[in-house]
């Protein structure tokens, strides 16, 4: 994998430019070939850390919707429950069970 370096690259000129001014003489070719590699792998796991910082967060919204559904389907039990068997005043606290839903209280703010 080629992907660009772009500080390394930025690097490269100075080192030469180092080593041409001055007696100091070392392998810029292979010192620039590891700080190649090194920056490709710091930028290989930064991605691989957003891709989990990122499947953390879907993760957490999954499991609200999960909740939010969950909590619905008691409320929609109450009010089957209430009409079949023809309970009007069941209705009522299905309807206040409906108004205490987080998602419910937030919207109607």
């Known amino acids: 994998m080629n992907s660009p370096t772009p500080e390394t690259d930025a ?23 590891l700080a190649r590699k090194l920056e490709r792998e710091r930028d290989e796991a930064k991605r691989e ?20 559904r969950d909590q619905l389907r008691k409320v929609a039990d109450a009010f089957a429950t209430s009409v079949f068997n023809r309970d009007i005043y069941g209705i009522k606290p299905a309807v206040e069970l409906y108004n205490q839903l987080p998602h419910v209280q937030e919207r109607n703010k």
Do not use: G, P
């Open 11 to 33: 690097l490269r000129d100075s080192l030469w430019n180092l080593v041409e001014r001055t007696s100091v003489s070392f392998h810029v070719e292979q010192f620039l070939k």
């Open 49 to 68: 850390i957003i891709f989990w910082i990122e499947s953390d967060k879907r993760f957490k919204e999954l499991q609200e919707t999960r909740a939010e």
